[in-house]
Every structure is written in structure tokens, then in C-alpha cells.
């Protein structure tokens, strides 16, 4: 069994994006800037934001985290997007999700610049990215992709089943590795909560993507020898041996599964660390485009 290891390769990929920075410093060019709103104090999304803008640091990059409170109507909001989305300093800026009930989730993607939708979520660009046209890539998506591409599995004529269906992991992943491409060329069959007999559908897969959110749901009998695993999830679970009460788990029985996988992520340190990655190489891209 392989490890698929996305910790070391989003250090990688940073080292790659740090030594472009370095080059586009070298040529007195304008540095690549990030900024993050978060809405509330939720402890979990506030993490989150926190490594975004330190990997920042970690790259060269400037980075702005914009802290609103979660009493904030929606149409300020609105308002604060419309600054970032004017600010031509700004190369491309992410909202942390969830946003507080009282506001609508999807105007907020819409209302965001599609040149500067660094998460990539924004239908312009997904657009783009079910045409084949050049784009922003999904975050999590693009990271599957480097990670499937550097430890050089080609999904091409295999069978890759995904588990969950949702706008930014398993739709546009299974989208992706459908498509005439590099890393593409696969058959998908894109599975959800109303599948039935998802057994027999997972045991066909040659690749499996699980991006469910429920801890440990794929089981080793759920899945065939040598299969290769991809699990997105982040499932924080109760473990009283921790001093934090708790751990994460991913959506696969890693200790079961790993010994049928033939390359597997792990959970922490597979997916996770390669989404922050890709939201970086998006905001070089987003920034190079912009300066082009
Ligand atoms: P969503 O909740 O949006 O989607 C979950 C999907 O799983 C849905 O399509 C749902 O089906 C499906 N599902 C739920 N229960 C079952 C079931 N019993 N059988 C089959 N399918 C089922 O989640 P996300 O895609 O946003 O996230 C998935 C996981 O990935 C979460 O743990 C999340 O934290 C993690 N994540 C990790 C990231 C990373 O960088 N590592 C980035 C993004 C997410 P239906 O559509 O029918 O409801």
C-alpha cells in the first residue's frame, strides 16, 4: 500500500508557488494578494481561515482576513464582497463557509468576482470547467487532481466511483476525471444518499472518491484489492486519549481499508492540506492573469 501523502506534496507545490513569487519579486511585479472573510466566531471555520492565511505567509503572498459579525445582513455583506471584487490590489479573495443561516449561501457565490473566485465555485467557472475552457478549478477538486498526477495514477479507462454529489468535491470531480484530459479519461459513476445497492457500486471501483461527511462509511468489504482510495472527508469524531477530546477521521475505515488499497490518502494529511495549496496556486494564476 502506498501512501498518498498531501501533506508533503502541498509543501511541494507551496515551494513551487514561494519560488514564483521570488521571480515575480525579482522583477519589482506586483505580489499575489489573498484576502479571507469569515462571518462569526465558529471555532471550526475560524481554524480553517486561519491556516488559508498562513499559508500565505508561507508563500510570499499578502493576505487581508476580513472579520465580520455574525449580525451582519446580508446586503452588508454584499457590500463588503463589492469593495474586494474593486480593489485592484486584491487578486483573488474567498468567503469561509458556512455563512450564518440568515443569509443565502449561493447569492454571495454569484456576487463574487469570477476572476477572483479563488475557491472556484462561482457558475462562471464552473461553467468553464464542464466546457473544458480554462478557468478556476474547484479548490478540492484541482487538489485530487495533483495528487492523482504526481504519484502518477492515471484514471484513464478505470472505473472511478465518487461518493456525494455536492457542488464543490464530488460533482465537479466526477465532472473532471470524465473528461478528455490529462488526468481524465475515466468511466464515473457519481453516487449519493438515494443510490441503492451502493455496495455493489463500490466494489466496481477502481478509484474510489468518498466525499460524504460521515466518519468511517466506506468499509473494507465495501471495496475491492488494490483499490485506490481518495477520502475527502473531515469528520471530527469523540477520543477521550486526546487533550482535545476529539480527532479527525475521514470518510473510509483507514486502518481496515488501507490494508485492501493499493494507494490511499489519509485523514488528516491527504486532501485537506492540498485544497489550502490549490487556493494558492488559483490566487498565483487569478494574479498572473491579471498582470498578463
Ligand atoms: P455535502 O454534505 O455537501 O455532501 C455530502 C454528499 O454525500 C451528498 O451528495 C449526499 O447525498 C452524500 N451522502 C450522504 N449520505 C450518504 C449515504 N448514506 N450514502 C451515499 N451518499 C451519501 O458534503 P461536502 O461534499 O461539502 O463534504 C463532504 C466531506 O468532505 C465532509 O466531511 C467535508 O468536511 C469534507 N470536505 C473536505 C475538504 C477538504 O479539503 N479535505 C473540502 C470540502 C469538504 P445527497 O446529495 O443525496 O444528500
New binding site residues.
Partial sequence: MILIDGKLTSQIIKEEIANSVATIKKKNGKIPHLAAIIVGEDPASKIYVNHKVKACAQVGFNSTLIELPIDITEEQLLDELEILNKDTDIDGFIVQLPLPDHIDEQKVIMAVNPKKDIDGFHPVNIGKMTLELPGILP??PY?ILELLERYKIEPSGKHVVV????????RPISILLSQKRETGNATVTL?????KN?KEITLQADILVA????AN?ITADMVKNDVIIID????SIPDTSRKSGHRLVG?VDFERVSKKASYITPVPG???P??IAMLLKNTLTAAQKKEA
Avoid at 163 to 170: F, K, L, Y
Fill in positions: 479548490a478540492t487538489g461518493v456525494g454529489r455536492s457542488h464543490i468535491v464530488g453516487a449519493h444518499s438515494r443510490t451502493l466525499a460524504i461527511g460521515k462509511f475527502v472527508g473531515t469528520n470518510d491527504g486532501v485537506g492540498m485544497t
